[in-house]
């Protein structure tokens, strides 16, 4: 089916479930036959709403008269932004090649984003392993226990890197008892070795909770620390971390000789793409921002929460989260519910 009989279908389909008659854009239809689904590229965003329908309903019954799996619809504005976010990636990736072996398993698959800019579930499923996996182990994941870094030790394994995961723990107030389950399952179920790195937080905790700062940027500092100090001991001269930013050449930084992916970021990915990447895995993404201890500092220095709100802000202005998604981040920080 081209473009244009597409475009009548889903002419047919908004006007089947009420919605208004408006003219439908369709700038390209690419089916994949492999995974059986369809991705359908609009001009821009409004036409990329109007193909979805409210609510999504328009989508979801031209998937089941289509009788596809599944229909990923994009704007080209993102698809370009994507695709040129990639191309930086692999220029950084070409200035970095020779010096880590990690590298030369990101290279394809960057190549296959390339090629089809929609969806992520490449990396994280079982069969898409490459034929000479690394087998000396000279890779770690930053483990929080979140989508983002599940999906990049998800994707670790399956790209052959043989990752080590490592998880800082500064008590439970930041590292709760659901979250540590996530870790524990996740990383029994890929067979990845875990280990828990102990952090006193108790100073840290203090000055946050008599509102001297604002805790994310500093506790993701110390985390970084403690978790690079653990990989220099082990001899590993690959980390990886579930970053969505920063994109393109800064997926790749070097530091103090140890490579650090941002994996995410890298594949120019959207959470929405992550979490449907990781589902299939039985990882349950949460609803709100942030750990308990933000949510407390929330809860008693409301002015923290526009830090918080700028944080979500800078994520949605690069893409990487849908404005929906944003607005249920800024409910749920402007409501202090404590989630992880």
Known sequence: ????????????????????????????????????????????????????????????????????????????IDLIMRRERVKFALERL?????????????EEPLRKRLEYPAGLDFLTESDSAPQHPIKELDTAVALSGGTDSSFSLIAAVNLGLNPVAFTADPGTIVLPGHVRRVVDELTASLGVRHEYLSMDFSEFQRDALEGRFHPCGRCSSMIEEVIMEKIKNEGIDTVIFGDLLSTGYGSLQMRDDILRVNLPALFAASKQELKSAVSTYGLRATSGFGCPLLGEVHRRYPHMRRYSIQRVLRETRAGALEPGEALELVWSICGSRRTN
Do not use: C
């Open 1 to 76: 089916m081209d473009a244009d009989e597409l475009a009548v279908l889903i002419r047919e389909v908004r006007s089947e479930i009420g919605h208004e008659n408006t003219e439908v854009r369709i700038a390209e239809a690419i089916f994949n036959g492999e995974r059986d689904e369809l991705l359908i590229v609009a001009p821009d965003r409004s036409d990329k709403s109007i193909i979805i329908g409210k609510g999504g309903w328009v989508v979801g019954r031209l998937r089941e008269r289509l009788g596809i799996m599944r229909i990923h619809v994009e704007s080209e």
């Open 94 to 106: 070409a200035e970095l090649r020779g010096s880590f072996r990690v590298l030369s398993l990101l």
